[in-house]
């Protein structure tokens, strides 16, 4: 495999930020743009991944996040091992480094050691047209933003909503998302079976329709490289993941309690030099995993009678 280059900016730390975030005095006032025509670059690729920002929302609550550091850390770009009908299968492989990197320091896939990338202090960073604009300062401790004080649905369907960054180790930058409806799929109940595709359905969409609806899974919580299936599909009521890539995702290895999650998102990004950062909000549905043949466990009770538990990769045998 190719290894990955880290890259940096190179740009002077910026002073320590206050940690408070609040809701601005604006809620509820119109981004000025067309949200039809809007552009919306989509996510940044994971090897020049510096960072970004995200307004989530579920059945229950809604919450921001984000960062933007100065470089990849390598063992977060995953290598793409397969691909068919908007789904791709990524590989988590593991750096080794002997000797081992110092304090400060990540190892790289060609065994080299370089500096761990740094979380960088955007200054105040705005985001108008969710219900109630937010206003955010980075962290003292990580120079992270985060936000938890919002309605549970922060954003309505098919508004313009508008980031902004004032600057500080950075230019100043300026990304839309569009703002989505509650995602309802036809069954949060996912069964995944060898030689079979996983098959989709969910609401469609009206109005203003710039979303997409992407797909994540992952069945081996405990292998030394395991794959996770990732999709993006048009939002236009049904899709498959096709058998062949959940065959080889089987096939790579099941252990522990599969996880899946399916979302309705728009997304942007910037270039920050050689790196990228991008801005995504989204209505996530969570959902439950079965794999055909395969009993997850946490004790022997969780098994057929026949079977006892292996704790390390929590599967029954």
Known sequence: MRAPLLLFLLACPSSPADTDSDSGDSGGTPVVGDPATVPLNGVCSLDTRWGGFRVEANSEYSAIDGYVSNGVVPDAVLEEVGAESGCVLLKRNNPYCNPICGAGETCDFDGSCL?????????????????????MEASESGKKYFYTDLDPLAFDAGVLVRLTTEGVAYT????????????????????????????LAWDIPTG????????SLNVDQHGLTPLKMECSFDDDGSASAPASL??????????????????????????????????????TQATTITVT???????????PDDETCDLPTQTCR
């Open 115 to 135: 500096p761990y990338p740094e979380n960088q202090d955007l200054g105040t960073v705005t985001i108008e047209g969710l219900r109630s604009a937010v206003v």
């Open 172 to 199: 100043p930058q300026t990304m839309h998302a569009v703002g989505v409806g509650p995602l309802t799929p036809s069954t949060v109940a996912w069964v995944v079976t060898e030689g079979e595709d996983l098959t």
């Open 208 to 215: 203003v329709v710039r979303s997409e609806v992407f797909l």
């Open 246 to 283: 959940i065959d080889a995702l089987l096939n790579a290895g099941v252990t522990g309690f599969p996880t899946g999650k399916i979302q309705r998102r728009t997304a942007d990004k910037v270039q920050l030099g050689a790196g990228c950062a991008d801005f995504i909000l989204d209505y």
């Open 293 to 303: 043949g395969h009993t997850p466990c946490d004790s022997n009770e969780d098994c």
